[in-house]
DNA sequence: AGGGCTTTCCAAAACGTTTTGGATGGCGTT
DNA sequence: AACGCCATCCAAAACGTTTTGGAAAGCCCT
C-alpha cells in the first residue's frame, strides 16, 4: 500500500532516496539509482497520484468543458478532437476531464468550481461566442486556459482556430469562377465566432465579385440548415448555388433541395464545412472544407501545456488554412 | 490559500469543527454550523480536491477508456454518452476522464496506470468484444468497472445493452412480412459483441422465416459499408434488402446501390441501426433503430457509483428494447 | 593535518483535508 | 456533593508524496 515506504524499506534505503532515485536526479549514485528502478519495476510501484498532486499542488489533468446543448451536441468533431487531445497530453503524463455545462446563467459556475476547487491545471474553451464570458472570468482569474476558436475578447489569450473567413471567401470566388451569380449562404447563429467569420467571409466575397448575396440564419445542425434551405428556395429567384455553414446544415439543405423537385450538383451546387464522415457518402457527395482536426487537437494540448507552464498567451496563437474538397455537390461548371 | 485552516483562525474555531461543520456532522451545535456555512460561502470556500482524495482513498474520479482507433473513432454516439454520463456524476460531484487506448498489445497498460496509481475511483469500458482481456483483468483487480456492452466474459460484471439480437430478428421479420424473400446482412466486425448478437438475430430470423440471408462482414464504417455492399450487388441473384449493423454502414451502402444504377426503397430496401444525426437527412430518409442513448449513459453513471459503493455487480446488468424508427429506405410493401 | 569540495544519502517538514480519541463544561440524577 | 451523561469542541495523527536543508564520508589540495 504505502509504496514508497515499502519500496524503501525493502531497498535498505530513505524514502527521499527512492523518490529522488525515480524522478532522475543526479543526486543518486548509478548503482542505486538502477537497483531502485529495478525494485520499482519489479513492484509494480505507481506514485500515488493525490499524494503527489497535493504535494506539488498540480493536477496534472487538463478539462475540456463541453457545451453541452442537446440538439447541438452530436458534433463528430469534438469525438475526434478529444482523442488527439488526450493522447497528446497523456505523453505528458496528463489526463484529459470532460465536463458538460449548458450555456447560460449557471454557466460560469462549472467553471468556478474547476477554478477555486484546483480541479484541474488548465481549461480548454470550445465553441468560442463573440462575446463570451468565460474568457473574460478565466482572464480575470489568471487560470491557465486555451481556447478553439476566436472570440471579441479584447485581451490576449491562446488559442487555436481555422481561417474561416479565408475558406469562405475562397469556396464563393470558386463558385463565381464557375459562373454561379445569385448563392445563398446558410449561416450558423452569428453569435458564435465562427459562424460569423465564415458569414464575413461569403459577404466580403461577394462584394468584391459583385454578386447577389442572400443570408438565411438557423441553428448549426441538419433541421437548421432544411429550414434555412427552405426558405431560400421559397423565393421568386433561387440561388444556383448554397454556402453552408456547417456539413450537418449542408445536409438538411440538400433534402430541402431534393423536396423541391430540384438536383444538387445539377440545379443547384451546394458547399459544407467540416467534412464529416457522412459528407463523401451523400447523394450526391458532399463539397466540402477541412480543418485538420487532430493537428488541432494536438497544438490546443500542447498550448494548454504551455500555459500551464507559464507561458505567455500572447505566443499560443494560431490560425489555420482550411483545405477545400471539391466533391459532386460543386457540380460543373455554367456559362 | 490553506482554506480550512484560514477559515478556522477567521471564525476562531478549530479545524476540525469546521471541516465536521461543513460536512453536517450531528457533533457540531446549530449556531456555529450555520456561522460556519455562512463564513464558508462568503469567503468562497471549495475544499482542495488533492487533499481530500489523498485523506479519504477515493478520486472523485470516473474514467472512460475509448477505443481511439483512428477511423473508428467518429461515432457520434460516444459524445452523447459522454455528455450523459458525465452530467449524471457531476450531481455526486464525481468527475468524468477520458483515455484514448488503442486496442491491442499494449491496451491493459493504460488500464493498469488506472488501478495502479488509483487515479480514478471506477472505469467504464466501452465497445465490449466477445473475447475481452479487459474484463478479465479488472475483475481479477478487483476494481470497479462498468461495460457498455455484453462479452462472453464468463463471470459476473456490470453492464448496459441494448437487445440487438431481439432487435434485428424484429427487423428481418418486418422485412418478410413486407415481402422481402432475399435479404442481405452487413455485418460489422464479430469480434465485437454488439456485431455478433445483431448477426445473430439476424440468422435466427432468417432461418424462421426460411429467407435466403447473405451475409458480408467488414469494418462499421461508411467505407466498409460501401465495400460490404458492393460485393453484395455483385452476385447474379440481388437481395431486395439491405440490414445494416450501423447506419454508418447504411450509408455507405446506399452509395452502392446508387452506383449500381438500383433507387434505394424502391429497388432494395435498406435498414441501419443508431440513428444517428445524417440518418434522418439521408436520402431517402434511413429507416433505423434507436438506442436511448442518454438513459444508458445516465444508467452507467449510476452503476459505477453502486459498484464503487460496493453494489454486486450481479444485480447491474440490464438490456434495453431497441426501437424500430420506420423512413422512406424501407420501401414499399412487395407482393 | 587541516580545510574545502563532491558525492551520496537522509530526517523532517510540508501540502490540506478527514478522522480518531479524547477534553471540557454544563446539566440532571442519585 | 458526587457521579454520570450529553453536547460541543479540539489536538494530533494520518494519507503518500516532494522538497528543503543538511550530514557523513571520501578525496584533493595546500
Redesign the interface.
Known sequence: MSSLRVLAQTLGLSITTVSRALDGYGDVALATRERVLAAAEAA?Y??????R??RRGL?E?V?MV?P?EPGH????L???L??SI??RL?EQGY??????ALPGPDELKTY??LV????TDAIIVVRTRREDARLRYLTDSGFPFVAMGRSDFPEPYAFVDGDGEAAFHDAVLRLAALGHRRIGHLAAPSAFTFAHLRRSGFERASRQAGLSAEIVEDSA??AGG?RAAKLLLAQPELPSALLCATD?MA??A??AI?ERGLVVGRDIAIIGHDN???A????P?LATMELPIAATGRRLAEMALARIGGADPRDLTEINAVEFIARASLGEART
Open positions: 509494480g505507481r506514485p500515488n497520484s493525490a499524494a498532486r497535493l493536477t489533468i478539462t463541453l453541452a451536441f452530436n458534433e463528430p469534438y469525438i475526434e478529444m482523442g488526450g493522447e497523456a489526463d484529459l476531464t470532460l465536463i458538460a468556478r468550481r477555486d476547487g484546483r480541479r445542425n441538419e432544411y450537418s445536409l438538411g440538400m433534402r431534393r464529416i464522415p457522412a463523401a457518402f451523400s447523394d457527395a
